[in-house]
């Protein structure tokens, strides 16, 4: 069973930053391709950005030059760095994982909450 489990939302102010870290756990889990979706009130949830294993990495145009996705294989850690950080960038945000084999976004972790206010 694969677990994701992440960690690091919270309250910053415009301009501040934040680094979200997610946990893969699982026998059955290869760790392949790693992303970081969010989800604000009453919109769909989007892909922020993407890391294959190969460090590879994926953004979305919204927050090319602010975020930054990383990954430790040996660790099965996964991290999204975030800078200048905008009320838009309010959120709940999710790891995910993408099963090749189903082609699909196959597991998720729990979302944690990002907030970007003054």
């Known amino acids: 069973q694969v677990q994701l489990v992440e960690s690091g939302g919270g309250l910053v102010q415009p301009g501040g930053s934040l680094r979200l870290s997610c946990a893969a756990s699982?026998?059955?889990?290869?760790?392949?391709?790693m992303g970081w979706y969010r989800q604000a009130p009453g919109k769909q949830r989007d892909l922020v950005a993407s890391?294959?294993?190969?460090?590879?990495?994926n953004y979305a145009d919204s927050v090319k030059g602010r975020f930054t996705i990383s990954r430790d294989n040996a660790k099965r850690t996964v991290h999204l760095q975030m800078r200048n950080l905008k009320p838009e960038d309010t959120a709940v945000y999710y790891c995910?994982?993408?099963?090749?084999?189903?082609?699909?976004?196959?597991?998720w972790g729990q979302g944690t909450q990002v907030t970007v206010s003054s």
């Open positions: 890391i294959t294993y190969g460090g590879t990495t």
């Open positions: 699982g026998s059955s889990f290869s760790f392949g391709v």
């Open positions: 995910a994982t993408y099963v090749g084999s189903s082609a699909r976004w196959e597991y």
